[in-house]
């Protein structure tokens, strides 16, 4: 019996799978155990997957599982998109991407097969992943750009990788097919984003909107995840990477943009922080951790210490704190779907709900906290909010057809003004 996912539970899926599958055994057990509290089918879901990705050995074997899987149809495994040259063994990640996206049939749950049926929507977005882990850091054509989308979704381009100039890296640097996390500096003047770089490697890059000029942040997969920017509009915060291991311990650094002074440590974490969330550099910073489902809270003022702030049944993600540092954004799915709520930092107890209801996640703030833009599972929406001695909900509104790339993290950004949002765009759409 074939049965088919809602969006959101794929995703949920998704997101776990990519989360645990390539940390260290210790690690992902401990994962595996916390997810089967909260919700067992995820755990045994998941857990077939790994079996499933631990036997892809070959270039699109048949896979044997207890999840009864079923390998694509001839036309679709014929080759590689982009006509890129596919490696005969050792793929293991790129099976794992065909496997979880690019084909669109994964094996779910005991005797069941699940058909993924937003394939045509998303499969632009793993193109640059098709080549084996063993081959050289081959460039993929560019896919993607940063677009400016107003309000009533007429859309302008900011920044086409294919047309730029990387300077002295060379262009095929930025030439990858693939960029993520957007943050636009409070002035306006600058978006960073990370970069792939090469095959498991990403790094930071800084594009000037004046100049039309990029920036390379960090080198060798120093830096990842822009999370912001200073107040100023002079220093970008992110996720200094350790020695080249994503699944350590990381350092949330704060750096110059154009690396005129090294990077100074605001967070040390004896975990990796999937997201973090920042208001002004002297307050707080809410963090999600990689391969977690809560979130926790650190004053920047004693680095060293982060607590749990919202630990549920229910998985927590997305955190986005307001400029002024006084409101936080985050989705959950305790309703069984996920939705974005809001509340004041300083009292947690008075959170609202912000959708109404038709799910919801990637809240961002506009940069005076009066608006709410979040991501609908259709349409990109706009929440109206009022803290006063409370927090309320004046309006939710439709803004338009959200056809932007998604992923699993917060991949937009609204520019100075609040009445324009950045946005990834896939050249197929």
Excluded: C
């Excluded at 500096?185 to 984003?193: E, F, H, L, Y």
């Amino acid at each position: 019996m074939t049965r088919t996912l809602s969006p959101d539970r794929w995703e949920q899926i998704r997101t776990a799978f990519e989360e645990i599958v390539d940390l260290d055994t210790a690690r992902r057990d401990r994962r595996l155990k916390t997810i089967g509290k909260k919700d067992p089918t995820l755990r045994l879901t998941l857990e077939a997957l790994l079996q499933a990705d631990a036997q892809a050995n070959d270039w699109l074997a048949p896979v044997e599982s207890p999840l009864g899987f079923v390998p694509p149809a001839a036309d679709e495994a014929a080759a590689p998109p982009n006509g890129l040259e596919a490696s005969s063994s050792g793929a293991s990640l790129t099976r794992r991407r065909w496997l979880m996206t690019a084909v669109g049939v994964v094996a779910l749950g005991v005797g069941g097969v699940v058909v993924v049926r937003e394939v045509g929507q998303r499969a632009a977005s793993t193109t640059a992943d098709w080549r084996a882990t063993t081959s050289p850091p081959v460039i993929a054509a560019p896919n993607f750009s940063l677009v400016g989308v107003n309000l009533r979704g007429d859309e302008r381009p900011l920044a086409d990788i294919a047309s730029q100039n990387a300077g002295s890296w060379g262009p095929s640097a930025l030439d990858t097919g693939y960029f993520a996390w957007p943050k636009v500096s409070p002035d306006g003047k600058r978006i960073a984003v990370e970069v792939r770089t090469g095959d498991q490697r990403w790094d930071l890059w800084i594009y000037d909107r004046e100049s039309r000029n990029w920036t390379r942040l960090t080198d060798d997969f120093t830096g990842v995840k822009p999370f912001g920017w200073s107040r100023d509009s002079r220093n970008l915060i992110y996720l200094r990477v350790n020695d080249g291991d994503i699944g350590g311990a990381q350092s949330v650094v704060s750096q110059p943009w154009d690396r005129s002074a090294p990077p100074r440590q605001l967070l040390r974490t004896d975990f990796s922080p999937l997201s973090v969330a920042f208001g002004p550099l002297d307050g707080y910073a809410v963090m999600r951790e990689l391969g977690n489902d809560d979130l926790w809270i650190a004053s920047l003022r004693s680095p060293g210490a982060a607590r749990p702030f919202i630990a549920t049944g229910a998985s927590e993600v997305d955190p986005r704190l307001s400029r002024d540092g006084r409101l936080l954004a985050y989705a959950s799915n305790e309703s069984g779907k996920y939705e974005v709520y809001a509340l004041p930092l300083g009292d947690p107890s008075k959170r609202v709900q912000v959708s109404g209801g038709g799910g919801g996640t990637q809240p961002v703030w506009s940069p005076d906290g009066r608006y709410l833009f979040y991501r609908g599972p259709d349409l990109m929406m706009r929440a109206t909010l009022w803290h006063d001695e409370r927090l309320t909900v004046e309006r939710v509104e439709p803004l338009f057809a959200d056809i932007y790339e998604r992923h699993d993290v917060t991949n937009y950004d609204v520019l100075p003004g609040g009445e324009e949002l950045v946005m990834i765009r896939a050249r197929s759409r």
